[in-house]
């Protein structure tokens, strides 16, 4: 496969420029980690820095997908609805009589089978990912509330393992989000399919005239997609301890937020696995910092904004080479054997 | 072949909801009779909207009022076209519960050209239309419960202050309530402020954080049992769990009386819940419409405290005591 196709031999030239943009979110999460450490003592204690990882363990999960989709230059904004059924579908079951052993499973298979409902929408009858994925929101929510009443629902202790059990005193949110950025790393960056994602996200065009089973493929992403939202939603109904109707809502925005602040590319073909997991990590230290620091509530909103401005810039300024930043050279496509 | 077949079986499928969804629909249409007819719309139906919806039936039969429902699913828009097609049918009144109290005064003045009465219920309109009623909760005098409520707890309290969402009014008002009912009482001091949009992730993050924070916080002014599950867990999660009557309990005090503040009060979670009286709303807002009353009716329906001194004698005056102590359906 032609590195033409693949985008992966694209390399800058070593500016400072570039470096920053290039390491933004690293940056910006050293920043934010200093400045709330000089705001609050409490902020940089071990006790807390666990807190930011739990808090984030389901972010970081869904980001894993997320990844996937936006470097196939798709986006997927079901992914809180799917957080929200995959558990409350599973829940109903239970109810009726389901052993609750099997739940968690029934959850993740329903996430994979809504995603990839999604996937062959967009794959096969080629509707656009943004209006298939905003029709499924709906879809998927509105389903949800129809199974559960739009009601709280307590969970089972079987159901809330994700949220709550350590596994030699490492909490399982956290370790339910290494295992899924390690798999989605690997799977990313050392398999067959992982080079047809990028692919398909550099030229799709040029992916299919290659003979690349494009279809396939990204009906296979959305399903990965759909997987961690399911996976998310156990982690977090299972800190909850209870299935709410609004759980999930917005959190794709916070989601996609992560992954473009993590580098990758809205118009697809480049991102890592890596990048994401730290664009969810400076947006918990903001969520956690801004409570320590003890700064107006109605800053909260404001600075989340700029946040997501600051991750569209960077995102616009990758996707154009860095042309629309003053900063820094263009980067050089070089097109290898 | 199979791409033709997969494409042509999705747009099938589609297809057939559509027509589904379109036959639903058009049977819930209501043709026009001399019987009195109310349309309702509703911004989202949840349990307590289902409480409010109750009141509003049980009433409109023994007045011999027909009613019309529709949900606009916290679609403003949505609920605009609805409003537009109750209008359409010439009702006898609209009562609504905005979805945003802004966008529905045009829909209000839609119905005032129409010479149709309009009622809000649960959540102020902006200004600008005229309406024969406006039934909501007291949100101020609700804070202010849940303040004198934790002063009559007679120990220092320590108070982590959960808010909604600082655009909502309900939400302001009940902390300012609090607030300002606080101010009179030397035992309270507000360590901490919380935003939580209304959403129980935040509120379990901004919770467990808090106690972070501030371990001395000793109480919590929760403003809606919506978000009780999040304030139990991140109770649970900080080793500050121990229920009412334990001398590390953290006293909770909550408004809405809904079953997850009722199931939270039998299981002595917490110490107080400031029941909205939902059921009184509807009632209300039916009368105004069929007096087509000229000056707009204020109905501010105070809160009922329910708490664990009065729980026993009191409980089955609060909607949310009917309900099970899961959400699922009795």
Redesign the interface.
């Known amino acids: 496969m032609s590195a033409a196709v693949t985008g992966a031999t694209r390399r800058y030239t070593g500016s400072l420029g570039e470096l920053l943009v290039r390491n933004t979110v690293l940056l910006a999460a050293a920043v934010v980690f200093v400045a709330f450490s000089l705001a609050s003592s409490k902020f940089a204690s071990g006790s807390n820095l666990r807190n930011i990882a739990i808090q984030g363990s389901g972010s970081a999960v869904m980001a894993v997908g997320m990844t996937f989709v936006i470097i196939t230059a798709g986006i997927d904004l079901s992914v809180g609805a799917i957080l929200f059924l995959s558990t409350g579908g599973a829940a109903e079951l239970f109810v009726h009589g389901l052993p609750v052993v099997w739940a968690p499973l029934v959850a993740v298979l329903f996430g994979i089978g809504l995603g990839a409902l999604n996937g062959a929408s967009i794959a096969f009858v080629a509707i656009n990912p943004l209006i298939v994925t905003l029709a499924t929101l709906n879809l998927y929510r509105g389903l949800g509330g129809h199974l559960t009443g739009f009601t709280t629902v307590y969970l089972p202790p079987g159901m809330t393992k994700f949220g709550t059990t350590t596994v030699a005193s490492i909490p399982a949110p956290i370790i339910v989000a290494a295992v899924v950025a390690l798999a989605g790393g690997l799977v990313l960056r050392r398999t067959v399919f992982g080079r047809y994602v990028q692919a398909i996200g550099a030229n799709s065009e040029a992916a299919r005239n290659l003979g690349l089973p494009v279809r396939r493929v990204l009906v296979g992403v959305y399903a990965i997609s759909g997987l961690t939202a399911a996976l998310a939603g156990l982690i977090e109904n299972g800190r909850l301890g209870a299935l709410q109707p609004t759980v999930g809502l917005g959190e794709e925005l916070t989601v996609i937020t992560a992954v473009v602040l993590g580098g990758t590319s809205l118009f697809g073909g480049k991102g890592s696995i890596l990048g994401s997991l730290l664009g969810v990590a400076l947006l918990q230290m903001v969520a956690d910092g801004l409570v320590l620091a003890r700064i107006s509530p109605y800053v909260f909103d404001m600075l989340r904004a700029s946040v997501l401005i600051v991750a569209v810039l960077i995102g616009t300024s990758r996707a154009g080479g860095l042309r629309a930043l003053p900063i820094g050279r263009r980067p050089r496509l070089e097109v290898g054997p | 072949m199979l791409?033709k077949h997969?494409?042509l079986m999705?747009?099938a499928a589609a297809v057939g909801a559509l027509a589904i969804t379109m036959v639903a629909a058009g049977s819930a249409v209501a043709k026009p009779s001399a019987t009195p007819t109310i349309g309702v719309s509703f911004d989202?139906?949840?349990?307590i909207r289902k409480a409010e919806l109750t009141g509003i039936k049980q009433y409109a039969a023994t007045k011999h009022v027909k009613i019309l429902f529709s949900v606009a699913?916290n679609d403003a828009n949505q609920q605009s076209q609805q409003i537009q097609n109750f209008i359409s049918q010439h009702v006898t009144g609209v009562i609504a519960i905005a979805q945003n109290g802004d966008q529905i005064v045009s829909s209000i003045r839609a119905a005032n050209r129409a010479g149709i009465p309009f009622a809000t219920i649960d959540r102020a309109p902006g200004k600008g239309g005229k309406v024969v009623a406006q039934v909501t909760g007291n949100a101020l005098g609700d804070g202010a419960k849940v303040a004198n409520y934790m002063c009559s707890l007679h120990k220092p309290l320590n108070v982590l202050l959960m808010?909604g969402a600082?655009t909502d009014a309900n939400a302001i008002g009940r902390r300012d309530g609090f607030l300002s009912a606080a101010k009179s009482c030397a035992n309270i001091k507000v360590v901490?402020?919380?935003?939580t949009n209304?959403?129980?992730?935040?509120a379990?993050?901004?919770v467990?954080?808090?106690f972070?924070?501030h371990p001395e916080i000793n109480a919590i002014f929760d403003p809606s049992d919506?978000l009780l599950?999040?304030v139990?867990?991140a109770l649970?999660?900080t080793q500050h769990f121990n229920p009412v009557g334990d001398a590390k309990h953290v006293a909770v005090v909550t408004i809405d009386g809904d079953?997850?503040g009722c199931f939270a009060l039998r299981s002595k979670w917490i110490d107080a819940d400031v029941a909205t009286q939902v059921g009184k709303f509807g009632p209300s807002a039916i009368d105004a419409i069929l007096a087509r009353t000229a000056a707009p009716k204020l109905v501010k329906v105070p809160g009922l405290t329910l708490s664990q001194q009065n729980f026993t004698t009191t409980h089955s005056l609060v909607w949310g005591c009917a309900?099970g102590?899961?959400?699922?359906?009795k």
């Open positions: 791409v997969v494409r999705l747009i989202l139906l949840n349990q699913n808010v600082l901490q402020t919380l935003p209304w959403d129980p992730t935040t379990l993050n901004g467990t954080n808090a972070q924070a919506y599950p999040a139990v867990s649970k999660a079953n997850n309900y102590p899961n959400g699922f359906k």
